[in-house]
C-alpha cells in the first residue's frame, strides 16, 4: 500500500527566512505532485516532478525529487506573507489514484 | 483555460437527506474522480470513473454513495442518506487519460454541511 508522510504538519515561519518541507513515500512512484491550498479553496497545483534528480522551481519555491530515497522536498526561499498556506504532497504510481499527505500548514509571520 | 467547475459551492443538509453533487470535468476529458477532505485533515480518494462505470473505489465509497454521468457534460455524486461525518469539502477532478501520467485537474470544492 502506497503511504504518504509529509513533515513538519505545522510550519510557523518569519517572513525572510528559508526553510524545507520533506515528503516521503513508501513504495516507487511515477509521478509526484506539490499542490497548495488556501483555506476553504481548491487544489493549485504547483509543481509535477517525474524522475530522479528532477528540480523545478517557481518563484520562492522550489521542488525537487529524490525517487532514490522516496523523497521529495518543498523549499521555500526568503518567505513572505502570502506563501501562508497548506502545501501537500501526492504520489502517483501505475492505475492507482493519487496518494496525498496530510499537508503541511505554513504560516509565515512578519 | 478550461477548467472544472461544481455546484453547489456550498451545501446544507440535514442528517437522512440525500444530496446530489455536481460537477462539469474538462471537456475532452474521459477520466473522472471525487475525492473528500474532512476539514484539517488530507484529501482522500473516492472514487475514479471511466467510460460510464466506476473504476476503482475505495473503502469510504460505500453503498451510500453513487456516481452518475447523466448527460454528456455532467458528473454526479449522490449520497442517499447522509450522516454527520459526511461533512466534508468534496473536489471533483478530470483527467484525459488514466494512471500515472496524466494529470488530474481539481475543481474549486463542495461544502458540504451535515446537521
Known amino acids: 500500500e502506497l503511504k504518504v508522510e509529509q513533515n513538519p504538519l505545522f510550519l510557523s515561519m518569519q517572513e525572510g527566512k528559508n526553510y524545507t518541507i520533506y515528503c516521503n513515500y513508501s513504495?516507487?512512484?511515477?509521478?509526484l505532485y506539490w499542490y497548495r491550498q488556501d483555506p476553504g479553496k481548491s487544489l493549485e497545483s504547483l509543481f509535477v516532478l517525474l524522475s530522479n534528480g528532477a528540480v523545478k522551481q517557481e518563484g520562492r519555491l522550489m521542488a525537487s525529487l529524490d525517487t532514490k530515497a522516496r523523497l521529495s522536498t518543498l523549499h521555500i526561499t526568503a518567505a513572505v506573507h502570502d506563501l501562508s498556506a497548506t502545501y501537500f504532497c501526492a504520489v502517483a504510481r501505475g492505475n492507482t489514484p493519487l496518494v496525498f499527505g496530510k499537508g503541511t500548514r505554513l504560516s509565515v509571520i512578519a | 483555460e478550461p477548467e472544472v467547475t461544481q455546484t453547489p459551492s456550498h451545501q446544507v443538509t440535514q442528517m437522512g437527506q440525500e444530496v446530489i453533487l455536481r460537477c462539469v470535468p474538462i471537456s475532452n476529458h474521459l477520466y473522472f474522480y471525487w475525492y473528500r477532505q474532512i476539514l484539517g485533515q488530507k484529501v482522500e480518494f473516492l472514487v475514479s470513473?471511466?467510460?460510464?462505470?466506476?473504476?476503482?473505489k475505495s473503502e469510504i465509497f460505500d453503498d451510500q454513495f453513487s456516481v452518475e454521468r447523466p448527460d454528456g457534460s455532467n458528473f454526479t455524486l449522490k449520497i442517499r442518506s447522509t450522516k454527520l461525518e459526511d461533512s466534508a469539502m468534496y473536489f471533483c477532478?478530470?483527467?484525459?487519460?488514466?494512471?500515472?501520467?496524466?494529470?488530474?485537474?481539481f475543481g474549486p470544492g463542495t461544502r458540504l454541511t451535515v446537521l
Open positions: 477532478a478530470s483527467s484525459e487519460g488514466a494512471g500515472a501520467y496524466n494529470e488530474q485537474f
Open positions: 470513473f471511466y467510460n460510464n462505470e466506476i473504476s476503482e
Open positions: 513504495t516507487t512512484s511515477d509521478r
